[in-house]
């Protein structure tokens, strides 16, 4: 595989991990809180989450180094919890001051803990023979 296919295969791969865990994020706390897991009340907690973590990947071009810890993993967490937020309040949804420690919190061990697993696996891994 050539290094720009790679790139976009693992740019390709941390924005579909970084989505999928903030779907986990909202799957979690409906069901923390016995809210029905239908498809309109899940994606109506998803989307600004999404929106926000969007705008990050786009803003800061988190492509270009997808796996990196303090850059993008930090911008884009931030971005998914300030402008998820924003976007709920907007969007006449609440905000409550547990919710927010809560997302901040989880979103932070999701979006940034699985790239400092990931480089931390990258670091114990043997190197190819070369």
Do not use: C, Y
Request: net charge positive; charged share 15%; proline share 5%.
């Amino acid at each position: 595989m050539t290094a720009s296919r790679a790139a976009i295969r693992n740019a390709a791969l941390a924005a579909i991990i970084d989505a999928v865990l903030v779907f986990v994020f909202v799957v979690i706390g409906r069901r923390s809180h016995d809210e029905a897991l239908t498809l309109l009340g899940t994606a109506e907690t998803w989307w600004p989450f999404l929106v926000g973590l969007t705008v990050g990947w786009l803003v800061i071009r988190a492509w270009r180094r997808p796996l990196g810890v303090l850059l993008p993993g930090i911008p884009l967490w931030l971005s998914t919890v300030v402008i998820g937020l924003l976007l709920r309040l907007l969007a006449g949804q609440t905000a409550e001051l547990p919710f927010v420690i809560v997302a901040t919190v989880v979103l932070a061990a999701f979006l940034v803990g699985w790239r400092a697993l990931a480089a931390g696996f990258r670091r114990i891994r043997p190197r190819d023979a070369k």
